[in-house]
């Protein structure tokens, strides 16, 4: 497992996106890249930037196609982009770092990773907490607090609409959902 942490805007999103990819294991999102406050949060985020932390598979996916994805998503930073939501990407090792300098990817903050702070619980897997709360096909939020973290992952990235319903149909956790649950996921998928 390698572990990779990336800045894209609003942390919702990428969460979702990313999640949603063959590979990827776990998700989450949190606050990086800055210095003050100590501990920051969504209501006191100080420079810290919305960030997505992503445990990856290098078997499945590589770094390097991490980083293609980013360049697809990301809004390139200006002068009046607000640190919360500047695009950046905090490399890990050197290997990272020399993948991310021959990437090019113009317009965004390049930084050594230091340290990643955990958003607040109401922040992580947005879309399957939205889907609980709009529907009871999902049971209730107490019924998922222990599931598998890598279900809860890319369940909560197809029920955002990323992904197929070709790989939804192969993905193997499928089965631990209830027909009408796989119904209600392949109606939120491209084709």
């Avoid at 109401?122 to 107490?142: D, P, S, V």
Wanted: net charge neutral.
């Amino acid at each position: 497992m390698e572990r990779a942490t990336f800045s894209l805007g609003c942390f919702w999103d990428p969460d979702a996106r990313f999640g949603s990819l063959d590979g990827v294991l776990v998700t989450r999102v949190g606050y990086c890249g800055g210095t003050h406050p100590a501990t920051p949060t969504y209501r006191t985020i100080g420079d810290y930037t919305e960030s997505v932390q992503i445990d990856f598979d290098p078997t499945q996916i590589s770094f390097a196609q991490l980083l293609t994805y980013v360049n697809q998503w990301y809004t390139p930073n200006t002068l009046k982009t607000r640190s919360q939501y500047a695009a950046a990407i905090f490399y890990h090792n050197e290997n990272q770092r020399q993948q991310v300098d021959e990437m090019k990817i113009e317009s965004v903050r390049v930084d050594m990773f230091h340290k990643f702070f955990e958003a607040e619980g109401h922040h992580q897997k947005y879309n399957l907490k939205r889907t609980l709360m709009q529907t009871e096909i999902f049971g209730k939020k107490e019924e998922w607090e222990n599931r598998d973290e890598q279900m809860i992952t890319k369940i909560n990235g197809f029920l955002a609409g990323y992904g197929s319903n070709e790989q939804f149909r192969q993905w193997d956790k499928r089965r631990e959902l209830t027909i009408e649950q796989q119904n209600y996921i392949k109606d939120r998928l491209r084709k």
